[in-house]
Protein backbone atom coordinates (compact mmCIF):
# COMPACT_ATOMS: atom_id res chain seq x y z
CA UNK A 1 0.00 0.00 0.00
CA UNK A 2 1.52 3.39 -0.96
CA UNK A 3 1.85 6.22 1.81
CA UNK A 4 -0.87 7.40 3.49
CA UNK A 5 -1.61 11.05 2.37
CA UNK A 6 -3.51 12.28 5.15
CA UNK A 7 -3.03 11.22 8.90
CA UNK A 8 -5.40 12.00 11.67
CA UNK A 9 -3.43 11.04 15.12
CA UNK A 10 -5.28 10.57 17.58
CA UNK A 11 -7.16 14.17 17.49
CA UNK A 12 -9.17 15.55 20.38
CA UNK A 13 -11.42 18.57 21.16
CA UNK A 14 -13.01 19.61 23.79
CA UNK A 15 -15.56 22.71 24.21
CA UNK A 16 -15.43 23.28 28.16
CA UNK A 17 -17.33 20.21 29.50
CA UNK A 18 -17.96 18.91 25.87
CA UNK A 19 -15.75 15.99 24.45
CA UNK A 20 -16.64 16.93 20.92
CA UNK A 21 -13.96 14.63 19.36
CA UNK A 22 -12.13 12.28 21.53
CA UNK A 23 -9.30 10.79 20.20
CA UNK A 24 -10.10 10.56 15.94
CA UNK A 25 -7.26 8.61 14.52
CA UNK A 26 -7.10 6.95 10.53
CA UNK A 27 -5.45 7.35 7.84
CA UNK A 28 -6.55 8.03 3.88
CA UNK A 29 -4.49 6.85 1.06
CA UNK A 30 -4.13 7.97 -2.32
CA UNK A 31 -7.14 7.07 -4.93
CA UNK A 32 -9.35 6.70 -1.51
CA UNK A 33 -12.36 8.71 -1.06
CA UNK A 34 -13.50 8.43 2.64
CA UNK A 35 -16.45 8.97 4.92
CA UNK A 36 -16.98 10.44 7.95
CA UNK A 37 -20.06 9.52 8.64
CA UNK A 38 -21.87 10.66 11.99
CA UNK A 39 -25.17 11.98 12.91
CA UNK A 40 -25.69 15.58 13.58
CA UNK A 41 -23.65 16.95 16.32
CA UNK A 42 -21.32 13.64 16.12
CA UNK A 43 -18.14 15.58 15.62
CA UNK A 44 -17.69 15.95 12.29
CA UNK A 45 -17.18 19.54 11.39
CA UNK A 46 -14.98 19.95 14.59
CA UNK A 47 -12.61 17.12 13.30
CA UNK A 48 -12.04 19.04 9.76
CA UNK A 49 -11.52 22.18 11.59
CA UNK A 50 -8.91 20.48 13.49
CA UNK A 51 -7.31 18.80 10.13
CA UNK A 52 -7.77 21.77 8.23
CA UNK A 53 -5.87 24.23 11.28
CA UNK A 54 -8.90 26.56 11.62
CA UNK A 55 -8.89 25.18 14.94
CA UNK A 56 -5.96 24.16 17.10
CA UNK A 57 -7.28 20.71 18.53
CA UNK A 58 -7.00 19.89 22.51
CA UNK A 59 -4.35 16.99 21.79
CA UNK A 60 -3.41 15.21 18.79
CA UNK A 61 -2.05 16.12 15.19
CA UNK A 62 -2.65 15.86 11.19
CA UNK A 63 0.08 15.46 8.98
CA UNK A 64 -1.04 16.20 5.07
CA UNK A 65 1.45 14.58 2.97
CA UNK A 66 3.71 14.12 5.94
CA UNK A 67 3.20 18.13 6.81
CA UNK A 68 2.19 18.98 10.05
CA UNK A 69 -0.67 21.50 9.85
CA UNK A 70 0.36 22.77 13.08
CA UNK A 71 3.99 23.32 12.92
CA UNK A 72 4.34 24.12 8.84
CA UNK A 73 0.44 26.20 8.40
CA UNK A 74 1.06 27.34 5.05
CA UNK A 75 2.83 24.59 3.48
CA UNK A 76 0.29 22.27 4.78
CA UNK A 77 -2.54 24.58 3.14
CA UNK A 78 -1.23 24.59 -0.32
CA UNK A 79 -1.54 20.75 -0.06
CA UNK A 80 -5.03 20.69 0.29
CA UNK A 81 -8.56 22.02 -1.50
CA UNK A 82 -11.38 22.65 1.54
CA UNK A 83 -15.12 22.68 1.11
CA UNK A 84 -16.73 24.01 4.07
CA UNK A 85 -20.17 23.20 5.40
CA UNK A 86 -21.62 27.20 4.36
CA UNK A 87 -19.82 28.01 1.92
CA UNK A 88 -17.16 31.01 2.54
CA UNK A 89 -16.94 33.80 0.02
CA UNK A 90 -16.73 37.15 -1.05
CA UNK A 91 -20.41 38.61 -1.85
CA UNK A 92 -18.86 41.76 -3.86
CA UNK A 93 -16.69 39.85 -5.97
CA UNK A 94 -18.14 37.77 -9.05
CA UNK A 95 -17.31 34.26 -9.30
CA UNK A 96 -14.82 34.80 -11.95
CA UNK A 97 -12.60 37.37 -9.88
CA UNK A 98 -13.54 35.29 -7.03
CA UNK A 99 -11.57 31.91 -8.58
CA UNK A 100 -9.00 34.52 -9.91
CA UNK A 101 -8.23 35.45 -6.08
CA UNK A 102 -8.12 32.12 -5.29
CA UNK A 103 -5.79 31.45 -8.31
CA UNK A 104 -3.51 34.20 -6.90
CA UNK A 105 -3.40 32.30 -3.43
CA UNK A 106 -2.38 29.40 -4.81
CA UNK A 107 -0.11 31.13 -6.98
CA UNK A 108 -1.21 29.50 -10.10
CA UNK A 109 -0.22 31.61 -13.24
CA UNK A 110 -2.28 32.87 -15.83
CA UNK A 111 -1.90 29.85 -18.20
CA UNK A 112 -2.86 27.47 -16.48
CA UNK A 113 -5.36 28.99 -13.98
CA UNK A 114 -7.81 31.06 -16.92
CA UNK A 115 -8.75 27.53 -18.92
CA UNK A 116 -9.26 26.04 -16.13
CA UNK A 117 -11.29 28.69 -14.24
CA UNK A 118 -13.37 28.76 -17.53
CA UNK A 119 -13.55 25.09 -17.59
CA UNK A 120 -15.18 24.44 -13.69
CA UNK A 121 -17.81 27.16 -14.23
CA UNK A 122 -19.09 25.83 -17.37
CA UNK A 123 -19.15 22.13 -16.06
CA UNK A 124 -21.00 23.39 -13.03
CA UNK A 125 -23.13 25.44 -15.26
CA UNK A 126 -22.23 29.19 -13.57
CA UNK A 127 -20.96 30.49 -16.99
CA UNK A 128 -24.07 32.36 -17.73
CA UNK A 129 -23.63 34.27 -14.13
CA UNK A 130 -19.52 33.95 -13.75
CA UNK A 131 -19.48 37.72 -14.04
CA UNK A 132 -22.57 38.65 -11.50
CA UNK A 133 -21.37 39.16 -7.78
CA UNK A 134 -21.41 36.32 -5.72
CA UNK A 135 -23.82 38.17 -3.21
CA UNK A 136 -27.06 37.64 -5.97
CA UNK A 137 -26.40 33.94 -5.99
CA UNK A 138 -28.79 31.21 -4.50
CA UNK A 139 -27.41 28.88 -2.08
CA UNK A 140 -26.59 25.96 -4.02
CA UNK A 141 -24.62 28.58 -6.64
CA UNK A 142 -22.63 29.81 -3.91
CA UNK A 143 -21.88 25.76 -2.76
CA UNK A 144 -20.74 25.32 -6.34
CA UNK A 145 -18.13 28.43 -6.17
CA UNK A 146 -16.52 27.04 -3.43
CA UNK A 147 -16.53 23.57 -4.81
CA UNK A 148 -14.70 25.27 -7.97
CA UNK A 149 -12.58 26.87 -5.88
CA UNK A 150 -11.72 23.56 -3.95
CA UNK A 151 -10.98 21.84 -7.20
CA UNK A 152 -8.77 24.76 -9.02
CA UNK A 153 -5.24 24.05 -7.95
CA UNK A 154 -5.73 20.26 -8.65
CA UNK A 155 -4.95 19.84 -4.96
CA UNK A 156 -3.74 15.71 -4.05
CA UNK A 157 -5.72 16.13 -0.69
CA UNK A 158 -9.61 17.55 -0.46
CA UNK A 159 -11.41 17.90 2.95
CA UNK A 160 -15.41 18.40 1.84
CA UNK A 161 -17.84 19.13 4.79
CA UNK A 162 -20.92 17.88 4.06
CA UNK A 163 -20.78 18.70 -0.17
CA UNK A 164 -23.90 17.56 -1.55
CA UNK A 165 -25.46 20.05 0.87
CA UNK A 166 -27.70 22.28 -1.20
CA UNK A 167 -26.80 20.73 -4.54
CA UNK A 168 -29.10 19.49 -6.74
CA UNK A 169 -29.25 16.23 -7.80
CA UNK A 170 -27.21 16.44 -11.28
CA UNK A 171 -24.61 18.82 -9.45
CA UNK A 172 -23.84 16.53 -6.74
CA UNK A 173 -23.70 13.81 -9.28
CA UNK A 174 -21.10 16.08 -10.75
CA UNK A 175 -19.57 16.35 -8.01
CA UNK A 176 -19.20 12.68 -7.27
CA UNK A 177 -17.73 12.09 -10.91
CA UNK A 178 -15.39 14.69 -10.59
CA UNK A 179 -13.83 13.49 -6.75
CA UNK A 180 -13.60 10.06 -7.98
CA UNK A 181 -11.94 10.92 -10.74
CA UNK A 182 -9.76 13.13 -8.43
CA UNK A 183 -9.15 9.70 -6.24
CA UNK A 184 -8.48 7.59 -9.54
CA UNK A 185 -5.57 10.40 -10.26
CA UNK A 186 -4.04 9.86 -6.66
CA UNK A 187 -5.99 12.13 -3.95
CA UNK A 188 -6.92 11.82 -0.99
CA UNK A 189 -10.26 12.52 -0.71
CA UNK A 190 -11.93 12.96 3.04
CA UNK A 191 -16.02 13.75 3.07
CA UNK A 192 -17.59 14.06 6.22
CA UNK A 193 -22.03 13.73 5.24
CA UNK A 194 -24.54 12.57 7.52
CA UNK A 195 -26.32 11.34 3.90
CA UNK A 196 -25.80 7.23 4.10
CA UNK A 197 -26.47 6.35 -0.06
CA UNK A 198 -23.66 9.16 -0.73
CA UNK A 199 -21.52 7.22 1.54
CA UNK A 200 -22.67 3.72 0.54
CA UNK A 201 -22.33 4.78 -2.80
CA UNK A 202 -19.02 7.19 -3.04
CA UNK A 203 -17.00 6.15 -0.18
CA UNK A 204 -14.14 3.36 -0.42
CA UNK A 205 -14.20 3.36 3.40
CA UNK A 206 -16.13 4.78 6.03
CA UNK A 207 -15.43 5.83 9.81
CA UNK A 208 -18.55 6.18 11.93
CA UNK A 209 -18.66 8.84 13.93
CA UNK A 210 -20.88 8.89 17.47
CA UNK A 211 -20.37 11.14 20.34
CA UNK A 212 -17.12 11.97 19.02
CA UNK A 213 -16.58 8.86 19.24
CA UNK A 214 -15.30 6.37 15.69
CA UNK A 215 -17.27 3.45 16.55
CA UNK A 216 -16.94 1.55 13.28
CA UNK A 217 -14.23 1.97 10.16
CA UNK A 218 -14.09 -0.37 7.11
CA UNK A 219 -15.30 -0.34 3.86
CA UNK A 220 -18.93 -0.59 3.55
CA UNK A 221 -18.46 -4.61 3.03
CA UNK A 222 -16.30 -5.08 6.22
CA UNK A 223 -18.44 -3.21 8.62
CA UNK A 224 -22.14 -5.05 6.78
CA UNK A 225 -19.81 -8.32 7.81
CA UNK A 226 -19.10 -7.29 11.02
CA UNK A 227 -22.71 -6.83 12.22
CA UNK A 228 -25.54 -8.48 11.89
CA UNK A 229 -27.08 -5.47 9.85
CA UNK A 230 -27.36 -5.44 6.04
CA UNK A 231 -27.15 -2.07 4.94
CA UNK A 232 -24.87 0.48 5.49
CA UNK A 233 -28.00 2.72 7.31
CA UNK A 234 -28.27 -0.39 9.50
CA UNK A 235 -25.13 -0.41 10.79
CA UNK A 236 -25.04 3.44 11.37
CA UNK A 237 -28.25 3.00 13.25
CA UNK A 238 -27.05 0.50 15.24
CA UNK A 239 -23.75 2.02 16.02
CA UNK A 240 -25.31 5.30 16.59
CA UNK A 241 -27.52 4.38 19.29
CA UNK A 242 -30.85 3.01 16.99
CA UNK A 243 -33.87 4.12 14.87
CA UNK A 244 -34.95 6.74 17.47
CA UNK A 245 -38.59 5.56 17.05
CA UNK A 246 -40.74 7.34 19.61
CA UNK A 247 -43.25 5.60 21.35
CA UNK A 248 -45.84 7.77 21.42
CA UNK A 249 -47.87 8.30 17.49
CA UNK A 250 -46.86 11.89 16.93
CA UNK A 251 -49.34 11.80 13.95
CA UNK A 252 -53.21 10.69 14.65
CA UNK A 253 -55.63 9.93 11.86
CA UNK A 254 -56.55 13.47 10.22
CA UNK A 255 -59.91 13.84 11.58
N1 LIG B 1 -17.29 26.44 18.82
C1 LIG B 1 -17.91 25.56 19.62
N2 LIG B 1 -18.13 25.83 20.93
C2 LIG B 1 -18.74 24.94 21.73
N3 LIG B 1 -19.19 23.73 21.33
C3 LIG B 1 -19.02 23.40 20.05
C4 LIG B 1 -18.38 24.30 19.12
N4 LIG B 1 -18.34 23.69 17.90
C5 LIG B 1 -18.94 22.49 18.05
N5 LIG B 1 -19.35 22.32 19.34
C6 LIG B 1 -20.01 21.11 19.88
O1 LIG B 1 -19.23 19.99 19.50
C7 LIG B 1 -20.08 18.91 19.12
C8 LIG B 1 -19.76 18.48 17.70
O2 LIG B 1 -20.18 19.49 16.79
P1 LIG B 1 -19.86 19.43 15.23
O3 LIG B 1 -18.44 19.08 15.05
O4 LIG B 1 -20.35 20.70 14.62
O5 LIG B 1 -20.78 18.21 14.76
P2 LIG B 1 -21.22 17.72 13.30
O6 LIG B 1 -20.45 18.49 12.29
O7 LIG B 1 -20.95 16.26 13.28
O8 LIG B 1 -22.71 17.99 13.20
C9 LIG B 1 -21.51 19.37 19.35
O9 LIG B 1 -21.89 18.96 20.64
C10 LIG B 1 -21.38 20.88 19.27
O10 LIG B 1 -22.39 21.50 20.03
MG1 LIG C 1 -21.05 19.66 10.69
Known sequence: MPAQLLAAEKLVKTFGATLA???ADFSVYPGEIFGFLGPNGA??????NMMTGLMRPTSGRTLIDGV???CR??????LFGYVPDEPQLYGKLSALEFLNFIGDVYGLDAATRKPRILELLKIFELSGEQSH???????GMKQKVALCAALLHAPRVYFLDEPTVGLDPKSARLLKDLLRQAADAGAAVFMSTHIMEIAQALCDRVAILHHGDIVGMGSVAELRASSAEQTLEEVFLS???G?????????GRPA
Open 239 to 241: LTG
Open 68 to 70: DVA
Open 43 to 48: GKTTTI
Open 243 to 251: SNHTSAPLF
Open 133 to 139: LIESYSH
Open 73 to 78: PVEAKR
Open 21 to 23: VAG
